[in-house]
């Protein structure tokens, strides 16, 4: 399970450092692709073939299905780390969350994601109105 909060700084040729705590769920296999919210999501190999296991399912005439498999699967690399820890993020991936030297990687239940810092603190400003957050859990049946 991926928990927790982790700030780090990507390098020059836009290396990321994966959080020790996520580096033993991330076996070869594992894939890193754009993500809903505006960033990127990180799954293992096992969360990455449920994930197109469900979109497979989909219907194909459903353009809104359509939608979600190119989205995801166009971005989609393998997310490779090297012997420091480190995932190679390429260029159009960082460019499309805004991704600049600093990243926020947060755990998200069976995926890590990565943010642009100032992004991440936006939502999760948003996360401290226990009214409004009550209220957009209210259907969730939790």
């Known amino acids: 399970m991926f928990t927790g909060e982790y700030r780090h700084t990507v390098d020059g040729k836009g290396r990321l450092a994966v959080p020790v705590k996520f580096r033993a769920q991330l076996d070869p296999g594992s894939m890193v692709s754009g993500w809903l919210d ?10 990455w073939d449920a994930l197109a296991a ?13 939608r979600f498999q190119r989205f995801v ?17 390429p260029a ?8 600049g030297t600093d990243a926020v990687v947060v755990g998200s ?4 994601e990565i943010w ?10 948003a996360l401290d109105d226990p009214q ?11």
């Open 38 to 47: 505006d960033c990127l999501a990180i799954h293992p190999k096992a969360g």
């Open 54 to 66: 469900k979109v497979a399912a989909l219907p194909i005439t459903d353009p809104q299905s359509r």
């Open 73 to 89: 699967f166009s971005q989609a690399v393998e997310a490779e780390m090297d012997r420091q820890g480190r995932l190679l993020l």
């Open 92 to 99: 159009f991936l960082r460019e499309s969350i805004g991704l």
């Open 109 to 112: 239940r069976d995926h890590a």
């Open 116 to 125: 642009a810092p100032d992004r991440w603190d936006a939502y999760r400003r």
């Open 132 to 142: 409004e957050l009550a209220k957009a859990f209210e259907g969730l049946g939790i």
